[in-house]
Structures are given as structure tokens and as C-alpha cells.
Nanobody, 118 residues
């Protein structure tokens, strides 16, 4: 069993910052890419940012220059530093980990709410 536990969401004013954390535990094995997705009401879940085991990052255009993803492989933890937050960033943020060597499976956290007030 693999568990992803997120923390760090909350309510912040526009222009503010939040830092999300996601720690993986259990029978982890090899963690490949870790990432953050978000889902706003009435919208599809979308990729926010991802980071490979080698440190290569990828960002949605809407967050480039404002969000930074990082990971601590020793702690099986991924972080999302969110700066200059906008009301349109309001969503439930989900941590994702792709785990496995020959067979890669997706694991998801329970989600953490981020609300940005104008």
C-alpha cells in the first residue's frame, strides 16, 4: 500500500503565497515522476507541475514564473511553492506519484483545498 499525504492548503489573499507538501509512505519502491494537479468546480483536473526523478520540471503555462515544484527524494516528498496567487488558482490540489519499475502505477493524495480571495 502506498499513501500520499498532502498538507499546506488554505485561504490566502490574492498576491499571497502558500506552500504545499506531499509525503509518500508505505511500500513505495521506485518513485518516478511526482506532480501536482488541481481541479476547480465544474472543471476537469489539470496538471499544474511535475518533476521527474532526475529533477526535470514541467509547468502549466498558467503558473509559470509563479509556482515552483521541488522534491526531496530522501524523504519521498514533493513540494509546490505558490507565489503571486490569483483567484483563478482556487481549486482542490492533488498530489500524484508514478511509482514502479516495470509496471508504473498512479497514486493520488486525498486533495487539499486552496482558496484565493480577491
Amino acid at each position: 500500500q502506498v499513501q500520499l499525504v498532502e498538507s499546506g492548503g488554505g485561504l490566502v489573499q490574492a498576491g499571497g503565497s502558500l506552500r504545499l507538501s506531499c509525503a509518500a509512505s508505505g511500500s513505495i519502491g521506485r518513485i518516478n515522476t511526482m506532480g501536482w494537479y488541481r481541479q476547480a468546480p465544474g472543471k476537469q483536473r489539470e496538471l499544474v507541475a511535475s518533476i521527474t526523478s532526475g529533477g526535470t520540471t514541467n509547468y502549466a503555462d498558467s503558473v509559470k514564473g509563479r509556482f515552483t515544484i521541488s522534491r526531496d527524494s530522501a524523504k519521498n516528498t514533493v513540494y509546490l511553492q505558490m507565489n503571486s496567487l490569483k483567484p483563478e488558482d482556487t481549486a482542490v490540489y492533488y498530489c500524484n506519484a508514478k511509482i514502479g519499475l516495470l509496471t508504473v502505477r498512479d497514486y493520488w493524495g486525498q486533495g487539499t483545498q486552496v482558496t484565493v480571495s480577491s
